[in-house]
């Protein structure tokens, strides 16, 4: 009944992109490049010296199905290199796509995966395992990350019950019942490192709170693909209930947004995500800030197209970071979150600013 | 013949460390030098000094000793001053003393389970406090550390062990046992206990002495690589042992090379790609005592099932042909009178033509 | 459209804010809500459009209980143009926009032309067409209004609910916006505390007070100064509008009303109780 005017100009009311953003499918094709040439240096690059030539034969040769070459080169590239290069991706993905969807579930740009809580707990599930499991107990024998994930569902569960405790899931008590929970489990960590036996103890404890992707596995790829696919699919699937919640709930409402079942759902989406991605990675700081942050500067804030940029976007940072902090000193590898950090934090500063002298 | 002149190599390296280390020579001129190790009892005052050049000096034995940790505690109880130890801290775990001296090691009051609190240690009534962190070395959690101001206000000398507090300023490699048995010396001469110091030093040469014969100097090219994997240390990320730690010595002396040899520190985290590329042919299952035979036997499986089951690493000959050596983390890290014990240990396996198995 | 509440009542945390309303909104017709501020216009509007449900009674479409419609189904015939105004958010005016056709689209399902028609025509309705690429967040405040205006249009209702659609606009802002809106010829439910812009925009006004309805009809037989004064506290005289010849309230803004529950009108207390 509205349409009186006829729409000769229907493709304008699309999703726009005028002067300074950049047209989605372009990103999309360019972040896809980089992605490519990212998992090439990753898969290229490692703190032994290999020549490229002898690093792609290897993969072409198991690409193609021929027999591996004997020795260590093919242990190196294709057993620890292309694995950990994948799970780099897979992680930065899901970091990125979690990042995105809780901005919008609490309505803040400045969420990250870790603000509900959830890290904490799996942090607190691993942490336990590497202190306690040494002295015996019901947590020896338990796998690292399948204690961070049970962790991850303990904080999962009390978060939820203290947010719905209020009704209503709103941001600000998903947000109060998230930090106040993450930082009472974050206590309890830190009880359990000062308790570390030893000065190496400790050291373990660390490097898997400031994150690692060293256990990477061909094998142990399949949660984390499985979990960051549907993820995407789940979370694709309500993007459009996302951007209204962006306009606020009552908007959303009104446009048939079921606002307090999308809350729960993305709730859930984001949390189980994090919960894999911090069981199998540790807790990598800034990725999940910072990937959503620069899309929605550079492509907009549709969550139809905010969603795949974020993950790929994060996919190509965390692998260019994982060949980083792999390559970057000579002898010692560096804990992924502190490279995160020092690259991430001044390139969000510096987009910032640039937004804010632009309007 | 080759084997003597490792001893000489071995005993002007110890001439050096001791030099180097306690600067006292012979100043005191009334005192014999703690490395005096002749029969007969010590002669008092003693002097000794630390790395750093510090002197304490003894009128007469220490007779209550507060221990920062295990290692410390080891050598008291082997040297027969166990019963003048009024506390500890870093108790050592259950299982992890010599069955001779464990009764006696567990009666020993402990003051932390990890660092000693500052006033605590100030208020033990202790009258010499045997460190085995160095000044600048605050990961064991004794950051509180007092000062030697305090240290002197209380009355308590302060003693470190040379073999551990001195490892990071330490400026070469360290490839014998020369500064745990200056230790032991040492903290004969400050108890009074020097026959017994002589007696176990003279122990441990006996037997590493008795290997390195054996080896008859073996050349570098017969040397099987090695690596000691810290299993406790989390399987994500290596820790390498590297030339500054006493596992080093205990590698060299029984005949191995050390794959990270060339890593100047104690333990540095590196990545898996670094073993596989470094191919050793032997792999220590260095796992913690979990205090029964039963629970070690448990985590040396393990350890084991890690090492088969980690895609990266079973390929690795040394995994393949099984060369797994279960030895623990402590009789080879920790300074003590083990060490040499150890050393034999590893000679044996992996040199079994020339090593008998026999004691 | 017609829309109906029947005996509605809303609770808040437990407390009712609106008690036993029956209103009606014929098709066509713009009903303005008015009354003062807390006496329950918001709550009763989010139940319309579906932000709050009714603790006890029913709002009917066409004699139907919009219980029995699924929350698209019913923003198919609802739409609302709530009190928030949005944020820094980084949409542009037409996604904006195309909200109003998310209870028209599936997951996954790309923007049909129906949609793409709809938004045109809303963006046209409201003199954004030109500005459909533009940052939301760089629209200024009239803008922004029309724009969240066309967002609803675009769902293309049968009813529209507005809450307080003029706040914090200019005075030509106000009048655009009233003047679309009467040109839009929808069944409209609109809260307005400004009584004269109420007067000649509503076919009929209802007021609220303490959360009941006090008062239903066609603006000059409702906004008596008998009224004015009990419901509103103020002294007011109703005179003809000079050129429309709508009723127009004349404030005392000197003092308010003498009212016996609340026997205290002290000058210095001035306007502050119609104002906001």
Redesign the interface.
């Known amino acids: 009944m509205a349409a009186t005017t006829a729409p000769h100009h229907a493709p304008q009311a699309g999703p726009g992109h005028r002067s300074r953003r950049i047209p989605a499918g372009w990103a999309a094709a360019g972040l896809g490049i980089a992605l490519v040439g990212a998992l090439t240096a990753a898969v290229s690059l ?3 010296d290999l020549p490229p030539a002898e690093v792609w034969s290897v993969v072409a040769r198991r690409l193609t199905g021929r027999p591996p070459l004997p020795g ?1 080169r ?3 590239v294709w ?3 292309v ?1 950990r290069a994948l799970l780099a991706a897979l992680v930065g993905a899901g970091l990125g796509l979690v990042g995105a969807a809780v901005q919008a579930l609490v309505r803040n740009p400045l969420a990250d995966p870790y603000l509900l809580g959830i890290s904490s707990g799996a942090s607190l599930g691993a942490v336990a395992v ?1 202190v306690l499991g ?3 107990g019901a947590l020896a ?1 338990l796998g ?1 990350s399948a204690a961070a994930f049970l962790g991850a569902l303990g904080a999962f569960a009390l978060v939820w019950a203290m947010a719905r405790r209020g009704g209503g899931f709103s941001p600000l008590r998903l947000v109060l019942a998230g930090v106040g929970i993450g930082q009472f489990l974050a206590g309890f960590t830190s009880y359990l490192v ?12 660390l ?2 709170l400031m994150g ?4 990477a ?3 142990g790829l399949a949660v984390p693909a499985a979990a960051v696919l549907l993820g995407l699919v789940a979370l694709l699937a309500r993007a459009r209930g996302l951007n209204a919640l962006l306009v606020g709930d009552e908007t959303a409402a009104s446009v048939g947004v079921p606002v307090a079942r999308l809350r729960r759902e993305l709730f859930v989406v984001t949390s189980v995500l994090t919960g894999v991605l911090v069981a199998v990675s ?1 807790a990598i700081g800034f990725v999940g800030l910072m990937v959503p942050h620069v899309c929605r500067l550079l492509c907009g804030g549709d969550h139809r197209r905010l969603l795949p940029l974020s993950a790929l976007t994060g996919a190509v940072l965390l692998v260019v970071v994982d060949t980083v902090a ?1 390559t970057a000193l000579d ?3 560096l804990p992924i979150g502190v490279v995160t950090a020092l690259i991430g934090a001044p390139a969000l500063l510096y987009l910032l600013d640039r937004r804010l002298e632009r309007s | 013949m080759r084997s003597r002149v490792l001893r000489g190599l071995a005993a002007a390296a110890a001439l050096l460390a001791t030099t180097a280390c306690s600067t006292d020579g012979g100043g005191s001129g009334s005192g014999p030098a703690p490395e005096a190790t002749g029969a007969g009892a010590t002669a008092f005052p003693v002097k000794i000094a630390d790395c750093t050049g510090h002197e304490t000096a003894f009128a007469g034995p220490a007779a209550r000793i507060v221990t920062s940790n295990g290692s410390a505690l080891e050598m008291l109880l082997q040297l027969g001053a166990g019963d003048r130890v009024i506390g500890t801290g ?1 108790p050592p ?1 259950p299982g992890t003393l010599p069955p001779a001296i464990a009764a006696q090691g567990a009666k020993v009051p402990v003051l932390g ?2 660092g000693i609190a500052r006033e605590k240690l100030l208020g033990s009534g202790a009258d010499t406090y045997v460190d085995a962190f160095g000044a600048m070395d605050l ?3 004794a950051g509180d550390a007092p000062t030697e101001a305090e240290f002197t206000a209380a009355g308590i000398r302060h003693v470190f062990l040379l073999s551990t507090a001195c490892a990071a300023t330490a400026k070469g490699p360290r490839t014998d046992l020369a500064e745990v048995e200056q230790d032991i010396r040492r903290l004969g001469a400050v108890t009074g206990t020097s026959p017994k110091a002589a007696e176990l030093v003279a122990a441990m040469d006996a037997r590493t002495k008795a290997v390195g014969t054996a080896l008859g100097g073996l050349p570098a090219d017969r040397r099987p690589g090695y690596f000691f994997f ?1 299993f ?8 390498a042992l590297c030339n500054r730690q006493v596992g080093n010595a205990v590698m060299a002396l029984a005949g191995a090379r050390n794959v990270f040899a ?2 100047d520190a104690d ?8 073993v ?2 470094r ?1 050793p042919d032997w792999i220590q299952l260095a796992v ?1 005592d ?2 029964s035979e039963a ?1 070690n036997t ?2 040396y499986d ?1 350890a084991e099932r890690f090492l088969r089951e ?4 079973k ?2 000959a040394a995994v393949q042909q099984g060369h797994l050596l279960r030895i623990g983390s402590e009789v080879t890290t920790i300074a003590g009178t083990r060490n040499a014990d150890t050393v034999r240990r590893i000679a044996a396996a992996l040199h079994p033509e020339l090593v008998g198995s026999g004691s | 459209m017609r829309i109906a509440l029947e005996d509605l009542h809303v609770a808040l945390a437990g407390r009712t804010v609106v008690a036993g309303v029956h209103l009606v909104a014929e098709k066509g017709e713009i009903a303005g809500l008015v009354g003062p501020n807390g006496s329950g216009k918001s709550s009763l509007l989010r139940t319309v459009y579906r932000h709050l449900a009714p603790r006890a009674g029913r709002v009917l479409l066409d004699g139907r209980d919009l219980v029995g419609y699924s929350p698209a189904e019913s923003a198919r015939h609802v739409a609302a143009l709530p009190q928030e105004r949005g944020g820094d958010f980084e949409l542009t005016v037409g996604q904006v926009v195309e909200l109003g056709r998310l209870p028209y689209q599936r997951a996954f399902a790309a923007r049909s032309a129906a949609d793409r028609a709809a938004v045109t025509a809303a963006l046209a309705r409201v003199g954004l067409l030109e500005h459909a690429h533009r940052p939301f967040a760089q629209l200024s405040g009239g803008e922004r209004q029309r724009a969240l205006l066309a967002r609803a249009l675009a769902q293309e209702p049968d009813v529209l609910v507005l809450d307080e659609p003029t706040n914090h606009l200019d005075v030509r802002h106000q009048v655009e916006l009233l003047a679309l809106l009467r040109a839009q010829g929808r069944t409209t439910l609109v809260a307005l505390h400004d009584l004269n812009a109420a007067a000649s925009v509503c076919d009929r006004l209802h007021v609220l007070h303490a959360g009941a309805l006090v008062a239903s009809g066609p603006p000059r037989e409702v906004l008596t100064p008998e009224l004015l004064a009990t419901v509103f506290g103020v002294r007011a005289a109703v005179v003809d509008h000079p050129l429309t010849g709508d009723p127009l309230i004349a404030f005392d803004h000197r003092g308010p009303a003498d009212r016996d529950p609340d026997p205290d009108p002290g000058p210095a207390r001035g306007a502050a109780a119609v104002e906001r």
């Open positions: 490692g703190s032994v260590t093919d242990l190196i057993q620890l290199r694995p590497i040494t002295t015996g024998g690292i000062l308790r570390a036996g030893d000065e190496r103890q400790t050291r373990g404890v490097f898997w690692s992707l060293g256990g596995t061909w094998s540790g792999r002898t010692q590898e | 870093f775990g389970e990890t990961m064991g959690g810290d406790d240390a989390g399987t994500k990320q290596p820790v060339d890593c333990f540095r985290p590196v990545g898996w790609e670094d596989v590329a191919n913690r979990r205090g629970e448990k985590a393990e980690f895609p990266a690493i390929g690795l």
